[in-house]
């Protein structure tokens, strides 16, 4: 399974970016789809979740409100819809998959199974 997210950029504070992620290799819909981010000296950490047939989205605290997860299961595309964006969003966000028989959505990443590389957001004036 090959996972490739792209969208990233630079954007000013209060602004909007939607990362994609395409998912080849393998049955979509047998993976709830995550995307993580990593920030320069921090640990990565979860930012938001969908199951497998998209009824059930987790995020993170800091994201609620302002970020969206959605999918595409007739295009193998997993988005992640960023509004009113803060310095403290900066990093490279990563799509990943976890191969599962249920509709839960874990937040821990060694639950998922395959990564994409990778996608630079800067949030910056």
């Known amino acids: 399974v090959q996972l490739q997210a792209s969208g990233g950029g630079l954007v000013q504070p209060g602004g909007s970016l939607r990362l994609s992620c395409a998912v080849s290799?393998?049955?979509?819909?047998?993976?709830?789809m995550g995307w993580f981010r990593q920030a320069p000296g921090k640990e990565r950490e979860f930012v938001a979740g969908?199951?497998?047939?998209?009824?059930?989205?987790d995020y993170q605290q800091s994201v609620k409100g302002r970020f969206a997860i959605s999918r595409d299961n007739a295009k193998n595309l997993v988005f992640l819809q960023m509004n009113s964006l803060k310095p403290e969003d900066t990093a490279v966000y990563y799509c990943?998959?976890?191969?599962?028989?249920?509709?839960?959505?874990?937040?821990?990443?060694?639950?998922?199974?395959?990564w994409g590389r990778g996608t630079q957001v800067t949030v910056s004036s």
């Open positions: 969908i199951s497998r047939g998209g009824k059930r989205t």
């Open positions: 990943a998959a976890d191969f599962t028989v249920t509709g839960v959505v874990y937040t821990t990443d060694h639950r998922y199974d395959y």
């Open positions: 290799g393998g049955t979509f819909t047998d993976y709830a």
